[in-house]
C-alpha cells in the first residue's frame, strides 16, 4: 500500500507570509478583458494591486429562480463572467486576505472593476475561510485517553478504544453525515442556548434541538455524551475568546482558476436535498439541456426538478401505498430557526435517484412500513426468499416516467438506499441498503417493465465469503446479522463484519451489507461497510446470484504492520473504466483500490479482509489536522465520491471527485496532485451525490459539466442563514480563466 500526501498550500500563521507570500497580488498595470454583450468582466485590485486567484461573484434574483455564477481572475487581477441570462446582477469579490468587496449592480454586456479591501487582521481574514479550517481547533482526546472509561472515569465511552475511532464518530460517521461543523452557526453559541452553566451544558441542549434532536443525541452517546459535549463547548469557547485557525487555505491556483459554477435556488427554505441526477451514468450524452431531478429525502414528498435552460424549477409529487407508512418525528426541542415547528413531513425519504436510457428517474422511496410481504419471507416460493428470507425493509423503489407523468411503485423486500444500473442485458438496477438489512437487492427492470411483477423481477443475497477456498458458493457459517442501524437504513459502523465461528469446510457469511454502491466495467458490484476500520466488499453475481453470488472483502487498511499508513471509515465509492475502486475515508483521505495489485491468495480461510493492503493506496486530502492529532489525513470530511469516466467536467478520463465536506469543495485527484473547486458563496457548501452530463460535444467546455446539489440537513446554516433554499451546482472548466 502507498499513501500519498495531497498537494495543500497551508502555511503557519505568520501574518507577514499570509499577505505577502501566501496571496501575491499583482502591482502591473492589468489590460480589462473583452467582454462579449452576455458577459461581465473586469479587474479585481486593492490597495496591494491587481489580485490573483480570488472570486468574482454575480448574483440575479430578476429569473425565476435565484442564479448565482461564480469565476476566479487570473494572474492579472483579471475576470470573465460567461453566459448570463438577461438580468441585473449584484457583482462582488472575494478572496482569501480580503474583506469582500462593495457589490456592484449591473446588467450583462458591461465592464465592472471591484475593489476589495486588504483584511486589517488575521482574525477578520479567517472569517472567510472553510469550516474545516474553524473545525481543527477542536482538541479530540488524546491517544493515551483510550480505550475510554467511561462516565465514572475520562467520560469517553468504553467501546471506543482509539483515538481514530472518536475521530471518525466526529467526522462523517456521526457528528457531520447531516451538516458541517466550523462555519460560523456551529462555531458560535446561538442566544437561545447561551444561558446555561458550562459552554458543555449548551451543546447538550444545542444537540437536542429540532426534528433531528434524537439522532444527534445519539451521535454524542457512541463517543461519552458529557465529555463530548464539553470538548465541543471549550471548542466554541475558545473561539468566542478570541482564538482563529492557524493555518490558511489557499487560494485558487492553476486550473482552479479557470471552473465556472452556476447554481440555481430549487426545492423550499424547509426542504433539503441529499442527491440529484441529470443522465444516464452509463452514457452522459443523454437528455442533453434536460432536466435535473433531486430526492429531498426526509423533509418533502416531491421529487424537484430545475429547468437549466429557462431557469424554472417544480416538482413532481412522490406517492407512498399504505395509510400507515411512517412520518417524521416532532422536534426533540425546539429549535433556534424554527422553534418547534416541525418543518420536514416526508413519508416516502427519496434518497437517491437514476436515470436510465429511456428517460425515466428511479428513485428510492418509502412506499409502507417496514413489515415485509409474505413473498419476502420463510415460506415463499421465491429462490432469495428460500436462502435468506427477510422480515423487514425501511425503503423500497418507485420510478416516474416523464413522458407519462406516472409514478409507479415497486415492493422490494430488501431496503434501498443508493442505486446504479449495470450495463448488461436486463438493465440489473443494483442497490445498496444503507448498511444493515444483510443482504444485497437488485431489480430486472427489463423483466419489471414486461410484467410489472415486483416480486418475480427482484432479487437478493447475502454476502458470502468463499473461506473455504473451492471457488463456488457452498453452505456457510454465520453469526447473528446484528448491524446496528439509524432510523434511516445507515450503519452506525458498531457491529463486526466477521462476528462468525470459522469452519474450515464451509464458506462464511458477513455481517454487513452496502453504503456505497458501484458496478465496474467487468460487471462486478462493488459497496463499501460502514465503520472502523471499515472496508469494501467486490461481489461477483454469478449466473445465478441468489445461489450463487460469491464475496470478497477488503478491510481498510488500518494498525496493518504491512501498511505504511492507516486510513478508516469508508462511505461512498466508485468504479473507474479500469476496475479500480475510488473510496472516500472519514480518516481524511481519498482512497484507492487496484485488486490487480494483490499477491496473495484472495480466497480461503485467510481471505477474509487483510488479504491485500498492497492493493491500497491513500492521498491524504487538502487541509489542516485536528489540533492535536499527528496521524495522517486531515480534518476535512468526504461524504461520497464519484469517477468521471467520461472527462464531463474536463479534467480527464477516469478523474476522481470527493466532497470536501468542510470545505465548500469537490476536490480532484489529477495526476497524482490535488484540484480543489471550491464554492465561495454561501459559504457553507456540502454535496452528496453528483453526475456529468454532455449536452454538445462540439462546443468543447460549455457544452459539458458536472452537476450535483447542495445536500446539507441544514441549509439555514449557511452564510445566508434562514430563509435559504436548497441549490443546484453545475461545474465546468475552461481552458483558462478568461475563455468566452
Known amino acids: 500500500m502507498r499513501v500519498l500526501k495531497a498537494v495543500c498550500f497551508s502555511l503557519p500563521l505568520f501574518a507577514l507570509i499570509y499577505l505577502m507570500v501566501t496571496w501575491i497580488p499583482v502591482r502591473a498595470q492589468s489590460a480589462e478583458p473583452k467582454i462579449g454583450a452576455d458577459e461581465i468582466g473586469g479587474v479585481v485590485s486593492s490597495t496591494?494591486?491587481?489580485?490573483?486567484?480570488?472570486?468574482?461573484?454575480?448574483?440575479?434574483?430578476?429569473?425565476?429562480?435565484?442564479?448565482?455564477?461564480?469565476?476566479v481572475t487570473d494572474e492579472r487581477g483579471r475576470y470573465l463572467i460567461p453566459d448570463l441570462p438577461k438580468a441585473s446582477y449584484s457583482v462582488w469579490a472575494r478572496g482569501y486576505g480580503l474583506i469582500d468587496s462593495a457589490k456592484v449592480q449591473s446588467p450583462p454586456g458591461k465592464v465592472v472593476d471591484l475593489k476589495p479591501t486588504v483584511a486589517p487582521n488575521r482574525a477578520a481574514a479567517a472569517q472567510y475561510f472553510p469550516a474545516n479550517y474553524w473545525y481543527s481547533l477542536m482538541k479530540v482526546p488524546e491517544r493515551n485517553e483510550f480505550p475510554?472509561?467511561?462516565?465514572?472515569?475520562?467520560?469517553?465511552?468504553?467501546?471506543?478504544?482509539?483515538?481514530?475511532?472518536?475521530?471518525?464518530?466526529?467526522?462523517?460517521?456521526?457528528?457531520?453525515?447531516?451538516?458541517?461543523?466550523?462555519?460560523?452557526y456551529t462555531r458560535t453559541i446561538p442566544p437561545l442556548f447561551a444561558n446555561f452553566a458550562t459552554p458543555g451544558e449548551s451543546w447538550m441542549r444545542r444537540v437536542l434541538s429540532g426534528q433531528a434532536g434524537s439522532a444527534m443525541m445519539g451521535g454524542l452517546s457512541q463517543l461519552g455524551p458529557k465529555r463530548a459535549a464539553d470538548l465541543f463547548g471549550d471548542w466554541t469557547?475558545?473561539?468566542a475568546h478570541g482564538e482563529f485557525p492557524s493555518e490558511m487555505p489557499p487560494r485558487p491556483q492553476g486550473v482552479e482558476r479557470n471552473v465556472v459554477i452556476t447554481q440555481w435556488d430549487w426545492a423550499d427554505p424547509k426542504a433539503y436535498l441529499h442527491d440529484e441526477i441529470s443522465t444516464d451514468k452509463r452514457n452522459p450524452h443523454l437528455y442533453a439541456n434536460g432536466l435535473i431531478y433531486g430526492a429531498p429525502e426526509e423533509s418533502r414528498d416531491y421529487l424537484p426538478v430545475l429547468d437549466p435552460v429557462h431557469s424554472t424549477i417544480s416538482e413532481v409529487k412522490t406517492t407512498y401505498r399504505d395509510a400507515d407508512t411512517p412520518g417524521q418525528p416532532p422536534p426533540l426541542q425546539p429549535s433556534n430557526f424554527w422553534g418547534e415547528e416541525p418543518i420536514w413531513n416526508s413519508h416516502t425519504t427519496v434518497h437517491n435517484p437514476m436515470f436510465d436510457a429511456h428517460g425515466r428517474v428511479w428513485y428510492t422511496s418509502r412506499i409502507r412500513a417496514n413489515s415485509n410481504p409474505a413473498f419476502c419471507k420463510a415460506g415463499s416460493n421465491l429462490i432469495s426468499a428460500k436462502l435468506t428470507p427477510v422480515e423487514r425493509s425501511g425503503r423500497q423503489l418507485a420510478v416516474y416516467d416523464p413522458a407519462t407523468k406516472k409514478v409507479?411503485?415497486?415492493?422490494?423486500?430488501?431496503?434501498?438506499?443508493?442505486?446504479?444500473?449495470?450495463?448488461?442485458?436486463?438493465?440489473?438496477?443494483?442497490?445498496?441498503?444503507?448498511?444493515?438489512?444483510?443482504?444485497?437487492?437488485?431489480?430486472n427492470t427489463k423483466m419489471w417493465d414486461r410484467t410489472h411483477d415486483d416480486a418475480k423481477s427482484q432479487g437478493w443475497t447475502a454476502l458470502v465469503l468463499d473461506t473455504n477456498g473451492n471457488g463456488k458458493r457452498d453452505p456457510y457459517v454465520e453469526g447473528t446479522q446484528s448491524v446496528v442501524t439509524a432510523p434511516s437504513g445507515e450503519g452506525l459502523g458498531v457491529s463486526r463484519v466477521l462476528n462468525a465461528t470459522p469452519d474450515p469446510t464451509k464458506d462464511t457469511r458477513l455481517n454487513a451489507a452496502f453504503y456505497g454502491l458501484a458496478v465496474g466495467p467487468d460487471g462486478m458490484v462493488w459497496g463499501s461497510v460502514l465503520g472502523f476500520p471499515g472496508g469494501i466488499v467486490r461481489l461477483n453475481p454469478g449466473s445465478n446470484p441468489p445461489e450463487t453470488a460469491l464475496a470478497e472483502y477488503y478491510e481498510v487498511p488500518w494498525n496493518d504492520p504491512h501498511a505504511p499508513v492507516s486510513g478508516f471509515s469508508p462511505r461512498g465509492m466508485d468504479v473507474d473504466g479500469n476496475g479500480v475502486?475510488?473510496?472516500?475515508?472519514?480518516?481524511?483521505?481519498?482512497?484507492?483500490?487496484?485488486?490487480?495489485?494483490?499477491?496473495?491468495?484472495?480466497?480461503?480461510?485467510?481471505?477474509?479482509?487483510?488479504?491485500?493492503?498492497?492493493?491500497?493506496?491513500?492521498?491524504?486530502?487538502?487541509?489542516?489536522?485536528?489540533?492535536?492529532?499527528?496521524?495522517?489525513?486531515?480534518?476535512?470530511?468526504?461524504?461520497?465520491?464519484?469517477?468521471?469516466?467520461?472527462?464531463?467536467?474536463?479534467?480527464?478520463?477516469?478523474?476522481?471527485?470527493?466532497?470536501g465536506n468542510t470545505s465548500d469543495s469537490l476536490i480532484a485527484l489529477v495526476n497524482g496532485k490535488f484540484v480543489i473547486l471550491r464554492v465561495p458563496y454561501p459559504m457553507g457548501f456540502?454535496?452528496?451525490?453528483?453526475?456529468?452530463?454532455?449536452?454538445?460535444?462540439?462546443?468543447?467546455?460549455?457544452?459539458?459539466?458536472?452537476?450535483?446539489?447542495?445536500?446539507?440537513?441544514?441549509?439555514?446554516?449557511?452564510?445566508?442563514?434562514?430563509?435559504?433554499?436548497?441549490?443546484?451546482?453545475?461545474?465546468?472548466?475552461?481552458?483558462?480563466?478568461?475563455?468566452?
Open 48 to 71: 496591494n494591486g491587481a489580485e490573483a486567484g480570488v472570486w468574482v461573484i454575480a448574483e440575479t434574483t430578476d429569473l425565476p429562480t435565484r442564479y448565482i455564477k461564480e469565476v
Open 148 to 184: 475510554g472509561t467511561g462516565p465514572s472515569g475520562n467520560g469517553i465511552s468504553p467501546n471506543l478504544k482509539s483515538q481514530d475511532e472518536w475521530i471518525h464518530l466526529v467526522k462523517t460517521d456521526s457528528c457531520e453525515s447531516c451538516h458541517q461543523l466550523g462555519n460560523k
Open 237 to 239: 469557547d475558545r473561539i
Open 408 to 443: 409507479s411503485m415497486i415492493d422490494t423486500c430488501f431496503s434501498t438506499h443508493h442505486l446504479i444500473f449495470a450495463s448488461d442485458a436486463d438493465d440489473t438496477l443494483w442497490t445498496s441498503s444503507g448498511g444493515g438489512g444483510g443482504v444485497v437487492g437488485w431489480l
Open 581 to 659: 475502486a475510488w473510496v472516500a475515508l472519514g480518516s481524511g483521505h481519498l482512497a484507492s483500490f487496484d485488486r490487480r495489485k494483490c499477491k496473495g491468495l484472495l480466497k480461503g480461510p485467510r481471505a477474509t479482509g487483510r488479504q491485500c493492503p498492497e492493493g491500497w493506496t491513500l492521498y491524504q486530502t487538502p487541509g489542516p489536522k485536528f489540533k492535536n492529532v499527528t496521524d495522517s489525513g486531515s480534518v476535512d470530511s468526504h461524504y461520497y465520491d464519484w469517477v468521471d469516466r467520461f472527462d464531463t467536467l474536463g479534467l480527464g478520463r477516469n478523474t476522481p471527485i470527493v466532497t
Open 686 to 740: 456540502y454535496a452528496k451525490g453528483m453526475d456529468g452530463r454532455i449536452d454538445d460535444s462540439n462546443t468543447g467546455w460549455k457544452g459539458k459539466g458536472l452537476w450535483t446539489t447542495w445536500g446539507t440537513r441544514t441549509p439555514f446554516h449557511s452564510e445566508t442563514g434562514k430563509g435559504t433554499m436548497p441549490k443546484v451546482v453545475h461545474f465546468q472548466i475552461r481552458p483558462n480563466p478568461l475563455a468566452h
